[in-house]
C-alpha cells in the first residue's frame, strides 16, 4: 500500500522544483503525494533563509502540524532546504517533533533516509555534494505536467555577496551537463510544458565543459529554440556581472525568449554596491540596459532591492530611487536589509527602523507606481497570452503574457496550453482582466 507524502515550499523557484523532483523520487519507495495534510505519512517543510524570520515560520509552522496530529499518530517529520541548511542543530535541539533536517544538496539521499530512519535514527543529513545529487536525479524522469515549467540548469554561488546566505547554504556554483538538461526540458515539453523557465542562484553564469566545447546559457537558449512545441523562454535568477555579450545577443535572434529580465542590482549607490561586495557599478547596470534596450525598445526589467543596507545614507538612498525612475522596473522585490547568521554583514550596524521603514515606503510607491503604469498601458490592447490552468472554484483561467503579468480571463477549458489573443479590460497593481478574442487563437 502506497504511503501518503505532503510537501509545503517557501521560497524561490529552485524549491519549487526541488519539491516536484522529491515527489519523484519518493514514488520510487512506495510514496504518493498527497495536498491533505491532515491525513500524510510524511511531512516535508521546503524552507527558504533568504529573508528573516525564516526558522520563526518553520516553528510555527511546526506547532500547527502539532495541534492537528495531537489525537492523531504523528508523520514524520522533515525540515528541508536552506534553513535545515544553515540551522540543522539548533532547529533538532529546539524542536524535538522534528525527525530530520535534510539540505538542498542531500536530496539524493532523502529515499534512504526516509527508509531508514526507524531503524538508524538519523536526524542530520546536510552534505554538500551537488554532483552525485544532479547525476541521481538525471535517472528520475521529471513527471512535472505543468504548462509553464522550471528547469533547474545551474546551482550555487561564487559572488559572495557580504549580505546572503546562498553560498552557504547552497555551495559553490555547479553546471549540471547541458545534454542533460535537454533531454529533462524534452520530457516536460512532453508533459505538456509550452513555458520553460531555466533556474539558478547565477543562472547567467551556467557554464559547462565538455571536452573541447564550453556550453553558455546562450548555446542553452538557441537548442531550446529548436523544439517546435515549446512556445516561450524565460530564466531567472541573473547576476549583472554574467549578462555576457552572447547572452544578450540571443535578444536580437531569439523569438522564443520572453522581453523580460530579472537583473537584481540591490542599490543604485557605487559606494553600498562595493560595500555589499557586488562586484559589479552603477554605470555597467545601466550599460547592460541599454544595450538590449538598443536590440529591443520592447524588453523590460524588474529588479532586487535592499533599503537600508549598513552605511546606506539618504544619499545613497536617493541615488537608488534615481536609478528606479530612469529605468521604471515593472516588477520589483524591495526589503528592509535583514541579517543572515555567517555572513559578513551579519555583525554591521542596523540602520533605524523608523527611517528604514520611510524609505521602504517611498521606495516602493514608486516601483508599484511603475508596476501599475505598465499594467494600465495594456489596457484595451489585445495581447498573446499562455494560459496556464483553470482558477479553483471559479470560471476562470490564468494564464501570463510575456512580461510575466498574470492575467485573469472568462474561457474554456480547451484553451488551457495554448497562446489566445486577450484584449485587456481593466487592471489592479498586480493583475490584467480581459476577454478572449473570439476566433483569435493558435495553438501553441
Known amino acids: ?15 519549487e522544483y526541488d519539491s516536484n523532483r522529491i515527489y519523484d523520487s519518493v514514488k520510487k519507495i512506495g510514496y504518493k503525494k498527497t495536498e491533505d495534510l491532515s491525513n500524510t505519512d510524511c511531512y516535508v517543510l521546503n524552507t527558504c533563509h533568504i529573508r528573516d524570520k525564516a526558522k520563526e515560520k518553520v516553528y510555527h509552522e511546526i506547532g500547527r ?49 526516509l527508509k531508514n530512519h526507524m531503524i538508524e535514527k538519523k536526524k542530520e543529513e546536510t552534505e554538500f555534494n551537488t554532483i552525485e545529487k544532479f547525476e541521481y536525479f538525471d535517472e528520475i524522469k521529471n513527471t512535472s505536467n505543468k504548462v509553464s515549467a522550471f528547469l533547474t540548469i545551474q546551482e550555487g554561488c561564487d559572488k559572495f555577496c557580504h549580505f546572503c546566505v546562498v553560498p552557504y547554504t547552497r555551495g559553490p556554483e555547479f553546471s549540471r551537463p547541458f545534454y542533460r538538461i535537454i533531454k529533462e526540458a524534452e520530457d516536460l515539453i512532453k508533459n505538456g510544458a509550452r513555458e ?38 524565460r530564466y531567472t535568477t541573473s547576476h549583472p556581472r554574467d549578462m555576457t ?9 531569439s523569438k522564443k525568449l520572453m522581453p523580460f529580465i530579472h537583473l537584481p542590482i540591490q542599490s543604485g549607490s557605487n559606494k553600498i554596491l562595493k560595500l555589499m561586495n557586488r562586484k559589479h557599478t552603477v554605470e555597467q547596470y ?55 547568521p555567517g555572513t559578513k554583514s551579519a555583525q554591521l ?18 516601483l508599484f507606481s511603475y ?45 488551457i496550453g495554448k497562446i489566445i489573443e486577450v484584449k485587456i479590460k481593466d487592471c489592479n497593481k498586480n493583475s490584467l482582466f480581459g476577454e478572449v478574442e473570439k476566433n483569435k487563437m493558435r495553438a501553441a
Open 245 to 253: 555579450s552572447d547572452l544578450i545577443e540571443c535578444y536580437s535572434k
Open 286 to 340: 545601466i550599460e547592460t540596459y541599454e544595450k538590449l534596450k538598443k536590440i529591443n525598445n520592447l524588453i523590460e526589467f524588474s529588479s532586487d532591492f535592499i533599503v537600508s543596507y549598513p552605511g546606506e545614507t539618504e544619499q545613497d538612498f536617493e541615488k537608488t530611487i534615481e536609478l528606479i525612475k530612469k529605468i521604471k522596473f515593472i516588477n520589483s522585490f524591495s526589503f528592509i536589509f535583514s541579517p543572515r
Open 65 to 113: 502540524v502539532k495541534k492537528l496530529y495531537r489525537d492523531k499518530h504523528k508523520p514524520i517529520i522533515i525540515i528541508a532546504g536552506c534553513v535545515a541548511q544553515a540551522e540543522n542543530q539548533e532547529m533538532l535541539k529546539r524542536e524535538p517533533y522534528i525527525d530530520m533536517v535534510i539540505g538542498p544538496q542531500s536530496y539524493h539521499r532523502f529515499n534512504n533516509l
Open 349 to 366: 550596524k542596523l540602520i533605524d527602523d523608523k527611517i528604514s521603514k520611510q524609505r521602504l515606503f517611498e521606495m516602493q510607491n514608486y
Open 371 to 415: 508596476q501599475l503604469e505598465m499594467n494600465k498601458s495594456f489596457i484595451n490592447k489585445t495581447i498573446d497570452v499562455l494560459v496556464e490552468n483553470k482558477i479553483t472554484g471559479q470560471n476562470k483561467l490564468f494564464g501570463r503574457n510575456e512580461y510575466l503579468n498574470p492575467v485573469i480571463i472568462e474561457g474554456d477549458e480547451k484553451n
Open 196 to 233: 520553460i523557465t531555466l533556474l539558478g542562484q547565477n543562472v547567467n553564469a551556467y557554464s559547462y565543459n565538455d571536452n573541447s566545447k564550453t556550453y553558455k546559457i546562450s548555446d542553452l537558449i538557441n537548442e531550446l529554440e529548436k523544439i517546435s512545441e515549446l512556445q516561450r523562454i
Open 1 to 15: 500500500m502506497n504511503k501518503k507524502i505532503f510537501i509545503k515550499t517557501f521560497g524561490c523557484q529552485m524549491n
